[in-house]
């Protein structure tokens, strides 16, 4: 029986399971299903969950914040920022919400760091159009 090798990677680590037999993701044509011999394929997966069916495991469930999946010569590879893989569908999704959360915090907070940092400049600007104005009418 042909299976397809997943290589899951990240920016810390990586996971590599031999024993595929499918895989069902999502991209922004919507859900699609990958087997075995397939002809090669790429796509950006959307921000969620993914799974895949392991001849050891049963069914996997990837969460990704989005990956770059690519397959070919029945090597799947996903690649993204971070990745979790659970058997259990209730406690991944619930991290997946978890992460999602503090994505969010840490962007909201990257806004206002660069908000701030905005105001700055053109403070700065406004103060250096004062002095050139005053130097002006001397």
């Given at each position: ?28 044509t919507g859900s699609f299903g990958l087997l075995p ?27 990704t914040s989005g990956a770059l999946l690519y397959f ?67």
């Amino acid at each position: 029986m042909t299976l397809i090798t997943l290589v899951l990677r990240d920016v810390t680590h990586g996971q590599q399971y031999e024993d595929v037999s499918s895989f069902v993701g999502e991209d922004k044509t919507g859900s699609f299903g990958l087997l075995p011999n397939h002809d090669r394929f790429m796509t950006a997966l959307e921000m969620g969950l993914c799974r895949f069916k392991s001849t050891g495991h049963g069914w996997l469930y990837v969460a990704t914040s989005g990956a770059l999946l690519y397959f070919y010569r029945n090597q799947l590879t996903l690649t993204t920022r971070h990745f979790m893989v659970d058997s259990n569908y209730d406690r991944i999704s619930a991290a997946l919400a978890d992460q999602l959360l503090a994505e969010e915090i840490r962007l909201r907070d990257q806004k206002q760091r660069l908000r701030q940092m905005e105001e700055q400049v053109f403070k700065r600007l406004w103060e250096l159009r004062r002095s050139e104005t005053a130097y002006s009418h001397d």
